[in-house]
């Protein structure tokens, strides 16, 4: 997925040392793709008051592993609405990187 592509394209700001290319190409493990999550997110609240929140909603003491792992988009400019929330995801990041790449197709 080329989310700091696209997130780039857009206007948001690059962090790390890697090129954008490079990080795109990370694992979803590697902290610096990671960080430059972070700060796509923090862009996206900031300038585009669009908010996103990763949770897991199972056990995790039975079954860390389930497809449990859920996000949701929210406006933050009008009434705080949900504009999109989805579950079964694997992994936070799994969940983090489709919320990401969900939001900036809004803009």
Same mark, same amino acid.
């Given at each position: 997925?080329?989310?700091?592509?696209?997130?780039?394209?857009?206007?948001?700001r690059?962090?790390?040392?890697?090129?954008?290319?490079?990080?795109d190409?990370?694992?979803?493990?590697?902290?610096?793709?990671? !960080?430059?999550? =972070?700060?796509?997110?923090? *862009?996206?609240? $900031? #300038?585009?008051?669009?908010?996103? /929140?990763?949770?897991?909603?199972?056990?995790? !003491?039975?079954? =860390?592993?389930?497809?449990? *792992?859920?996000? $949701? #988009?929210?406006?933050?400019?009008e /009434?705080f609405?949900i504009?999109?929330?989805?579950?079964?995801?694997?992994?936070?990041?799994?969940?983090?990187? $489709?919320?990401l790449?969900?939001?900036?197709?809004?803009?």
């Open positions: 997925m080329d989310l700091i592509k696209i997130a780039s394209k857009l206007g948001c690059h962090y790390t040392e890697f090129t954008v290319e490079e990080l190409e990370l694992p979803l493990s590697n902290p610096n793709k990671q !960080i430059e999550y =972070y700060f796509i997110q923090k *862009w996206l609240r $900031e #300038i585009h008051k669009i908010h996103i /929140n990763v949770w897991f909603k199972g056990d995790m !003491i039975y079954d =860390y592993n389930s497809l449990d *792992w859920c996000y $949701e #988009i929210k406006s933050l400019k /009434n609405s504009i999109e929330n989805r579950t079964n995801f694997k992994s936070f990041e799994q969940a983090l990187e $489709e919320s790449y969900q939001a900036l197709l809004l803009i």
